[in-house]
Structures are given as structure tokens and as C-alpha cells.
T-cell receptor, first 114, second 115 residues
Framework: QQQVKQSPQSLIVQKGGISIINCAYENTAFDYFPWYQQFPGKGPALLIAIRPDVSEKKEGRFTISFNKSAKQFSLHIMDSQPGDSATYFCAASTGGTSYGKLTFGQGTILTVHP | GAGVSQSPSNKVTEKGKDVELRCDPISGHTALYWYRQSLGQGLEFLIYFQGNSAPDKSGLPSDRFSAERTGGSVSTLTIQRTQQEDSAVYLC?????????????FGSGTRLTVV
């Protein structure tokens, strides 16, 4: 299975709060798990990514937590800001003949209220 | 340019007409991808080009869809006999060669509306 399931579909957070978005996958061959951020009218932009040999990666206010045994990973946005309001996509990919081809989750619309 | 350029940014076409969508990847990026983003949906993989290798067409939804990449650079996605269900944002992305960097750079997309 190539599917990646993402939740919630939408999320409302107050400024300064923590935003948490979750993803689950089935294909154990996936070896790369990025998160993308998309603003209206723009293409998605890479935010942060992790490989399955680590359980957590932090870049500034953004953290990925990865649970290989549960086949789940999540994005945590600390001290959420109104400028973080966007659509977030998790994704996963594997090597082989479809090298680098990403399978995306359905997206989460994040709204951060001031 | 510094980014992935897509044209047109918006396209309205009548049902049954053919359309061509263009993608100019970042210079030197050997891999090029097309994705489709329908309203409220995630990104659906369409096709992938890597250098001179045969493209991965496994995501093309029907034989009305085709794509080519000329000279390892510019790519054109063609949709023949468009249907209303083809309405979506078509996104192109490119990335450099090598296992150490999977990071895509996406264009801003072409919003296709079939009426």
C-alpha cells in the first residue's frame, strides 16, 4: 500500500499554542518522510524532513516525531504564529525505480488566531 | 530563473478541448515530477522524469494524459479531450540528482478549469 493518512483535516490554534498534525503510513519500504507547507496560490515548500533511523528532528519551532514501530509520524509547531497559517502536507517516499516519488497525505489546513 | 516556472498560471477551457501545460524546471535539476491537486485533496502523483531514463507514467489517470520532457529540461503535460473532472491545480516540481537530497522545489502550479 502506498497510502499516507493525515489528520486532522483542519486545525485552529491560538497564537503561542502548539499545533500537532499526525500521519500514518503502511508501506514499510518508505525511507524518507518530509513535511510541506503550502500558502494559497503557491506550490508546496519543504519544511522539514526525517529518515527512519532517528526518532525526532527539530528545526527552530518545527519538530518531527517518528515512531517506526507504529508507522506514524507527526509535526509539532511550537509557539504557533498567525504566519504559520497554511496547509500542511506530510509525505513519504521510497527508492527503487520510482526514486524520490512522494506519496502525500490529504493535507491539514492550519489557522492560527492572533 | 531561480525557481520552477509554470505556465499558464490559469487556464479555462471548454470540455472536449485539448490543453498543454508547461513546466520550466530549475537549471541542472535532472528529476522532474508532475502532480495534480484537486480541491480539498492531497497531491496526486502523475508522472516522473529522471535524466534519460524512461519516465514513470504510473500515475497518469487515463490515456488522455501524456507528458514529455525535451532536452532534459522543459516539460509539457498534455490533456486531450478535457473533462470536468480534470479541473485541478497541476503542479510541477524538480530536484537535483542524488540520494542525499530528496527535496523538491515546486512551481506555483497551473489552475485548470474545464467548463
Amino acid at each position: 500500500q502506498q497510502q499516507v493518512k493525515q489528520s486532522p483535516q483542519s486545525l485552529i490554534v491560538q497564537k503561542g499554542g502548539i499545533s500537532i498534525i499526525n500521519c500514518a503510513y503502511e508501506n514499510t519500504a518508505f525511507d524518507y518522510f518530509p513535511w510541506y507547507q503550502q500558502f494559497p496560490g503557491k506550490g508546496p515548500a519543504l519544511l522539514i524532513a526525517i529518515r527512519p533511523d532517528v526518532s525526532e528532528k527539530k528545526e527552530g519551532r518545527f519538530t518531527i516525531s517518528f515512531n517506526k514501530s507504529a508507522k506514524q509520524f507527526s509535526l509539532h509547531i511550537m509557539d504557533s504564529q498567525p504566519g504559520d497559517s497554511a496547509t500542511y502536507f506530510c509525505a513519504a517516499s521510497t527508492g527503487g525505480t520510482s526514486y524520490g516519488k512522494l506519496t502525500f497525505g490529504q493535507g491539514t489546513i492550519l489557522t492560527v488566531h492572533p | 530563473g531561480a525557481g520552477v516556472s509554470q505556465s499558464p498560471s490559469n487556464k479555462v477551457t471548454e470540455k472536449g478541448k485539448d490543453v498543454e501545460l508547461r513546466c520550466d524546471p530549475i537549471s541542472g535539476h535532472t528529476a522532474l515530477y508532475w502532480y495534480r491537486q484537486s480541491l480539498g485533496q492531497g497531491l496526486e502523483f502523475l508522472i516522473y522524469f529522471q535524466g534519460n531514463s524512461a519516465p514513470d507514467k504510473s500515475g497518469l489517470p487515463s490515456d488522455r494524459f501524456s507528458a514529455e520532457r525535451t532536452g532534459g529540461s522543459v516539460s509539457t503535460l498534455t490533456i486531450q479531450r478535457t473533462q470536468q473532472e480534470d479541473s485541478a491545480v497541476y503542479l510541477c516540481a524538480s530536484r537535483p540528482r542524488g540520494p542525499s537530497d530528496y527535496g523538491y522545489t515546486f512551481g506555483s502550479g497551473t489552475r485548470l478549469t474545464v467548463v
